[in-house]
């Protein structure tokens, strides 16, 4: 049971190009998330999943992309990478909404954008 | 967007000394966690509170769940080497959009031996 993972662990792009961050969870669970953080900033959410086949925007979706085709994987797309998005990417996934229902966390995908 | 407000922003204490953080909210929350980040590591749990009042131990964790909804506290005692790391608070509403948290921006936690 590997809990949440991410790949890459470690990306550096130039301005303009593209990219897809993989998350995988092994828990059965329903809903998944995407935050950053960044230097001396708590986490702040880009883009949810409440099931399969669903997404919906967070507190900073714009310049991402998302996609929930399997329950176990939530991609986070970047189309043309931007210097604003060097940051720290953290998927989280829960077994269900709710206040009750805890978000376990990867261990993070650090993004360089040159 | 919501803010939540942590503080110290960071400390630096003897080991042996206990710590206390707190975070307070422009709203209420009918939730409030803790979370500790270790370099190179996503988040963990460290304490949930559901009501208003409450107050939870884990080990030497202590939190509380202010009165009023919109604070929450988190004390350490006889802080060890390993409880260095960021302390980040989070607020969640209950209801439609729950599942959404709001972080405060950490406490970093610097323990001298």
């Known amino acids: 049971n590997a809990g949440v993972t991410q790949t890459p662990k470690f990306r550096v792009l130039k301005t303009g190009q593209s990219m897809t961050l993989l998350c995988a969870q092994d828990?059965?669970?329903?809903?998944m998330y995407w935050y950053r953080q960044d230097p001396g900033m708590g986490l702040r959410l880009i883009h949810y999943?409440?099931?399969?086949?669903?997404?919906a925007k967070g507190e900073v979706p714009d310049g991402y992309n998302v996609s929930r085709l399997k329950k176990q994987n939530f991609l986070l797309g970047l189309e043309s990478a931007a210097p604003s998005q060097t940051s720290v990417y953290f998927c989280?996934?829960?077994?269900?909404?709710?206040?009750?229902?805890?978000?376990?966390f990867g261990p993070g995908t650090r993004l360089l954008v040159l | 967007g919501q803010q939540l407000n942590q503080s110290p922003q960071s400390m630096f204490i003897q080991e042996g000394e206990d710590v206390s953080m707190n975070c307070t909210s422009s709203?209420?929350?009918?939730?409030w966690l803790w979370y500790k980040q270790e370099p190179g590591e996503g988040p963990v749990l460290l304490i949930a509170?559901?009501?208003?009042?409450e107050l939870t131990s884990n080990g030497r964790l202590t939190a509380q769940f202010g009165i009023t909804r919109k604070d929450s506290f988190l004390n350490i005692s006889a802080s060890i080497p390993s409880d260095v790391g960021i302390y980040f608070c989070?607020?969640?509403?209950?209801?439609?959009?729950?599942?959404?948290?709001?972080f405060g921006k950490g406490t970093k936690l610097s323990v001298i031996p």
């Open positions: 989280a996934s829960s077994k269900a909404g709710g206040g009750r229902e805890t978000q376990y």
């Open positions: 828990m059965n669970h329903e809903y």
């Open positions: 999943s409440v099931g399969e086949g669903t997404t």
């Open positions: 709203s209420i929350f009918n939730t």
């Open positions: 509170l559901y009501k208003a009042g």
């Open positions: 989070a607020g969640q509403h209950s209801g439609a959009g729950s599942y959404q948290l709001t």
